[in-house]
Structure formats: structure tokens, C-alpha cells
């Protein structure tokens, strides 16, 4: 038998081939979508979005735990948020 008779020679070589090859083709298309994207900030989404955001003051780790020490974490009730159509319904 030639080599270019043998299975893994017809089938095997092309199929890995085009599985490389695929792979790198789509690295490169994945990367023109970030390299053209419109880049934004996440201070800019917060602001179009119409939330403000209040300044953080530095916080340490002691300063929120005596914040939560005097909470009563152990007497709890929960509460449902309305659904979107709930909330159309009522306004």
C-alpha cells in the first residue's frame, strides 16, 4: 500500500488539519471583535445608566464588622421582589 492509499493518511491528516488550522482562524476572528469593540468604563456604564454611585470612603475590615456586630442577623423575614409584569401592572 502507497501512503496516500492509507486511511490515516486520506482522512486523518486533513481532519486534524482543519482542526489546528480552525482553531487559530477563530482566535483571530475572536480578536477582531475586541480590537473594534466599543470600549467603555464601567464609571461610564454607571453613569448612562442613570445610577449614582456615592463615593467610597476607605473602609477597613474592622470598621464593617462593628458595623455588623449589632446586627441582628439570626431574625430575618423574606421578602419577594415584584416581577416586571407584576410591577407594570400596579404602577
Known sequence: ??????RSFKYGIPFLLAIVGGSFGLKEFA????????K???????????????DQ??????KQYEKL????LDNWEQVRG??????????
Do not use: C, H
Open 1 to 6: 500500500m502507497t501512503l496516500m492509499n492509507r
Open 31 to 38: 480578536q477582531l471583535r475586541y480590537t473594534f469593540s466599543k
Open 40 to 54: 467603555s468604563t464601567v464609571k461610564e456604564d454607571i453613569k448612562r445608566s442613570g445610577m449614582e454611585v456615592k
Open 57 to 62: 470612603k476607605e473602609s477597613s475590615i474592622e
Open 69 to 72: 456586630k449589632d446586627m441582628d
Open 82 to 91: 415584584p416581577r416586571p409584569w407584576e410591577e407594570k401592572a400596579s404602577a
